[in-house]
């Protein structure tokens, strides 16, 4: 059997490892919360530029279509002319 003193040596040691993982814990959730935090404002950013360029390409094949349109008076196009 171990005498009082020993044991109480024992416990804080336990004690000082427990709070020391403890520690360690709150640090790595605080890391975790600031990258997906990161991550969140990320993936807004793309998501915002990716509706911008979906409009931009709504418009130009809008605009493509319109000069096909004006373009198509009936006559066919003849080859150029290395062909």
């Not at 993936?43 to 390409?57: D, G, M, N, P």
């Not at 709504?58 to 002319?81: F, K």
């Amino acid at each position: 059997m171990l005498p009082a003193d020993v044991k109480d040596c024992f416990a804080m040691t336990d004690l000082d490892a427990l709070n020391a993982r403890i520690d360690a814990l709150e640090i790595g959730r605080v890391h975790q919360d600031r990258v997906i935090e990161d991550l969140s404002e990320a993936l807004a950013a793309a998501w915002k530029e990716i509706e911008t360029l979906s409009r931009q390409v709504a418009r130009l094949g809008e605009q493509l279509a319109e000069q096909a349109a004006a373009a198509g008076s009936g006559e066919v196009e003849p080859p150029p002319p290395h062909y």
